[in-house]
C-alpha cells in the first residue's frame, strides 16, 4: 500500500541534536521529541505546518554539516507488513562551499496501527531500521 508523504518546510536541526557519520534516519512520534529535535525557520511569509501526533509520525533524513551541498527527498513510502519501506534520494553537489551545512528532508506520513518497524532505503540499499516503541 503506497503512503502519502507530506514534506515539512522550514525547519532546522537544533544545535543539541547528534548526527552520526553518513546517512541519519529518525522517526518521531511525539511533539516533545520533535520540538527537541527541530526549530522553525519562520519569516513574514512563509507558514509553518506542525504535525497532529494523534494522527501522524514525522520521518528525517540528515546529512551532517560538511562543506558541500546536497539535496536530500522522500520518494516514496509503502507499507509491507508490520514495515514502512521509505524510499529517499541523496543527491550530492561536487562544488565546495564557503560554509558548512547539515542537509535535512522532513515528512509526516499517517500513523499506521499495526506498524512495528520503519526501513529506510537509498536507491535500493537499505539504510536503516528503525523499531518503534
Given at each position: 500500500m503506497t503512503?502519502?508523504?507530506e514534506p515539512l518546510n522550514n525547519l532546522f536541526l537544533?544545535?543539541?541534536v547528534h548526527l552520526d557519520h553518513g546517512l541519519n534516519c529518525r522517526v518521531i512520534d511525539k511533539k516533545i521529541d520533535f520540538d527537541k529535535t527541530f526549530g522553525f525557520?519562520?519569516?513574514e511569509t512563509n507558514t509553518i505546518k506542525t504535525p497532529n501526533f494523534d494522527s501522524s509520525q514525522v520521518?528525517?533524513?540528515a546529512l551532517p554539516a560538511d562543506n558541500h551541498d546536497a539535496i536530500?527527498?522522500?520518494?516514496?513510502?509503502?507499507?509491507?507488513?508490520?514495515?514502512?519501506?521509505?524510499?529517499?534520494s541523496v543527491k550530492k553537489k561536487n562544488y565546495p562551499l564557503?560554509?558548512?551545512?547539515?542537509h535535512i528532508a522532513v515528512a509526516e506520513i499517517a500513523r499506521i496501527k499495526g506498524v512495528k518497524t520503519f526501513t529506510f532505503y537509498e536507491g535500493n540499499k537499505k539504510v536503516a531500521t528503525i523499531k518503534l516503541k
Open positions: 503512503l502519502k508523504i537544533n544545535n543539541t525557520a519562520k519569516t520521518m528525517m533524513i536530500l527527498s522522500f520518494i516514496s513510502a509503502t507499507r509491507a507488513g508490520e514495515t514502512v519501506e521509505v524510499y529517499c564557503t560554509y558548512q551545512a547539515e
